[in-house]
């Protein structure tokens, strides 16, 4: 029976070893996709904000008199959002950025689809009435959603490579205590009770 235990606490502490140097990784390949997908929703947008007015509108669910406020900052809020993740600075703050806005967008869709309007998101540029053939709520629903968990990815383990946060993590570290630090700033692995005594 202790043999048993001790091979399953011995697997458990390889998955999580492997999970350790993994990690760093998977949360950057998280930032750079959400903000590909987020940098170029918003530059799409930025070059015509009454079209990006007219795609708000056409959700019609916001008062009249924040829809143009909306559809004027949305897109400088996209590639705001899309230089933090691709620099890597203040990456968990900009992935709940991120998550608020795709949940945002996931209940605009939805209630769009819903409703039975038939509109063009608007996520990359466009937007407004379109035949109702030419809506393509499902997809739109399944990648929001997909991006939703990369920016929850990000806010649980923000950590990544190719990042500034860490660079400045670093910086903050005193001299003499930068040369015990890995190069992954990660700490070593606990020790089990038994392995303490």
């Not at 379109?130 to 383990?157: H, K, Q």
Request: glycine share 10%; proline share 5%; net charge negative.
């Amino acid at each position: 029976m202790e043999t048993r235990r001790d091979g399953t606490e011995a697997e458990g502490m390889a998955n999580q070893q492997s999970w350790d140097v993994a990690q760093p990784w998977t949360s950057t390949a998280a930032r750079l996709l959400l903000a590909g997908v987020l940098g170029v929703a918003g530059l799409l947008k930025l070059p015509d904000p009454a079209q990006s007015v007219r795609a708000v509108r056409a959700y019609d669910l916001l008062p009249e008199g924040i829809v143009q406020a909306v559809g004027y900052g949305l897109p400088i809020l996209e590639v705001a959002l899309a230089v933090l993740l691709l620099i890597g600075l203040a990456t968990r703050l900009a992935a709940v950025g991120a998550a608020v806005l795709l949940g945002l967008f996931l209940i605009g869709v939805g209630s769009a689809a819903a409703r039975g309007l038939t509109i063009d998101c608007g996520c990359f540029g466009g937007g407004g009435l379109v035949a109702p053939t030419e809506t393509r709520y499902a997809s739109e629903l399944l990648r929001d959603t997909a991006l939703l968990g990369l920016a929850l990815l990000l806010i649980r383990w923000p950590h990544s490579r190719l990042a500034l946060d860490e660079h400045l993590a670093r910086a903050a570290v005193p001299d003499h205590l930068r040369d015990h630090l890995d190069d992954d700033m990660d700490d070593e692995p606990e020790l089990a009770p038994e392995e303490t005594r």
